[in-house]
């Protein structure tokens, strides 16, 4: 079905990068992107410090939309990558496709569906089960339809499984997702919250019943592919003033959970975080409030993370140091602060932290779950810590070096 270590390097992705690169490159969508590299500076305004990473993000966001919209016929569905770094495929360089607010733990796939016809789902967990996973049906608006989880999917000996989708329903079937007239897409999440050990389930796509028609023709690929830039570009925009129109370090507001394509299970803390000078940091004190995951990871106002694989443009729980009760406490510093939890930012005095817990007993977030942030200069957080012992430089080389390598097998 795919490589083994890399269960997103299937044929189908192969073939379908390489031709999102050749319509990327067409004069008609050259031509739409600098109509919406303007737009969106208008309509963004940007700060100094937001437009010094506007032309890495935008080529990402951009060629995101259209790795997106050549996976959008539902009568000939594809399982499809749509959120990954920059890579080489054979001779050809692989742009970047980050995009809304993108979570770097997960690998985000996606299959467009109809309501009129029946799908089957076929896969295989590894044998290190994701400790999230979630097929999650949407409809056009990125509201759900309908959810499974991995943790509940029926698998056998060897960890294949099948997810029938239709408008029946379940009976005796397991692993069954009933959809509704308006059902348009899968989008799935696997989180890897060990880089290094954790790998996507394996998954391909079967449309039950012959084909009402041919394909798609790439001139309406193309029509499609501009569509969906002008629209990632104003979503973008959309969701980051979620956090931008609020004051500065305030981490106070939930994401609705139902709607714009946030998970069902997960709760979602955003706000907009400034840094007034290189003497500053933001301490975050994390209260896991029963959840078993964790991340905290920096996005530029484009809506794309930053420097994840070099730097610690994000961390999760597995990657972090925790305190006695279990808390977390993470520093958001320009320079090394000498903490294990450093959220470095890239070089960036601005951005949006999207924290996000999930994986609750129950599904139910304790009441204590939450964040307090506090701006400090340095001088007065190291003396807050005084006495404690100091992660040294040898240690952070050391923590990037793994980190960096347990990011390869994704690239390759």
Same mark, same amino acid.
């Given at each position: 079905m795919s490589v083994a270590n890399n269960p997103i390097n299937t044929e189908q992705q192969r073939q379908h990068e390489r031709y999102a690169v050749e319509l990327f490159n067409t004069p008609e969508l050259i031509k739409v992107r600098q109509q919406v590299h303007d737009y969106w500076l208008d309509l963004a305004k940007p700060s100094a410090v937001a437009a010094s990473c506007f032309d890495a993000a935008f080529e990402e966001v951009m060629f995101a939309a259209v790795i997106w919209a050549l996976n959008q016929d539902p009568l000939y569905p594809k399982v499809i990558t749509i959120t990954r770094l920059a890579h080489a495929l054979d001779e050809i360089q692989i742009p970047g496709s980050r995009w809304g607010i993108d979570n770097p733990d997960s690998v985000y796939r996606v299959i467009?569906?109809?309501?009129?016809?029946?799908?089957?789902?076929?896969?295989?967990?590894?044998?290190?089960?994701?400790?999230?996973?979630? @097929? =999650? %049906?949407?409809?056009?608006?990125?509201?759900?339809? *309908?959810? %499974?989880?991995?943790?509940?999917?029926?698998?056998?000996?060897?960890?294949? @499984?099948? /997810?029938?989708?239709?408008? +029946? $329903?379940? *009976?005796?079937?397991?692993?069954?997702?009933? =959809?509704?007239? =308006?059902?348009?897409? @899968?989008?799935? !999440?696997?989180?890897?919250?060990?880089?290094?050990?954790?790998?996507?389930?394996?998954?391909?796509?079967?449309?039950?019943? &012959?084909? $009402?028609? $041919?394909?798609?023709? !790439?001139?309406?690929?193309?029509? %499609?592919?501009? $569509?969906? #830039?002008?629209?990632?570009?104003?979503?973008? =925009?959309?969701?980051?003033?979620?956090? #931008?129109?609020? &004051?500065?370090?305030? @981490?106070?507001?939930? /994401?609705? !959970?139902?709607?714009?394509? &946030?998970? !069902?299970?997960?709760?979602? /803390?955003?706000?907009?975080?400034? %840094?007034?000078?290189? +003497?500053?940091? /933001?301490?975050?004190?994390? +209260? #896991?409030?029963?959840?078993e995951y964790f991340i905290a990871p920096i996005t530029n106002l484009w809506g794309t993370s930053n420097e994840i694989v070099e730097r610690n443009g994000c961390l999760n729980q597995a990657q972090s140091i925790a305190n006695a009760d279990g808390s977390y406490q993470f520093v958001l510093a320009l320079h090394d602060p000498g903490v294990a939890n450093w959220l470095d930012p890239s070089d960036m005095t601005e951005g949006i932290l999207t924290l996000r817990w999930a994986e609750f007993v129950n599904d139910q977030a304790g009441e204590s779950l939450g964040v307090k942030s506090r701006l400090l200069t340095i001088t007065e957080f190291n003396n807050e810590r005084a006495g404690q012992p100091v992660f040294t430089l040898e240690q952070r080389q050391q923590q990037l070096v793994a980190r960096a390598a347990s990011y390869q097998w994704r690239l390759a």
């Open positions: 467009p569906i109809s309501g009129d016809h029946r799908y089957q789902i076929h896969g295989r967990v590894a044998k290190r089960r994701l400790l999230e996973n979630y @097929f =999650t %049906l949407w409809d056009k608006d990125m509201r759900t339809v *309908g959810l %499974l989880s991995g943790k509940d999917l029926v698998v056998d000996a060897d960890g294949f @499984f099948t /997810i029938t989708v239709d408008a +029946d $329903e379940a *009976g005796s079937r397991p692993n069954h997702i009933q =959809t509704d007239h =308006t059902a348009h897409e @899968f989008y799935i !999440r696997d989180v890897i919250a060990d880089w290094q050990l954790d790998r996507p389930n394996e998954l391909r796509v079967e449309r039950v019943g &012959a084909a $009402e028609r $041919e394909p798609r023709s !790439r001139q309406q690929d193309i029509q %499609l592919a501009s $569509e969906y #830039m002008q629209k990632w570009a104003t979503n973008t =925009t959309r969701w980051n003033n979620q956090a #931008m129109n609020r &004051a500065p370090n305030d @981490f106070s507001f939930t /994401i609705d !959970r139902d709607t714009d394509g &946030a998970l !069902r299970n997960q709760v979602y /803390i955003m706000g907009h975080f400034v %840094l007034p000078s290189h +003497d500053h940091v /933001i301490v975050l004190d994390i +209260d #896991m409030g029963g959840a």
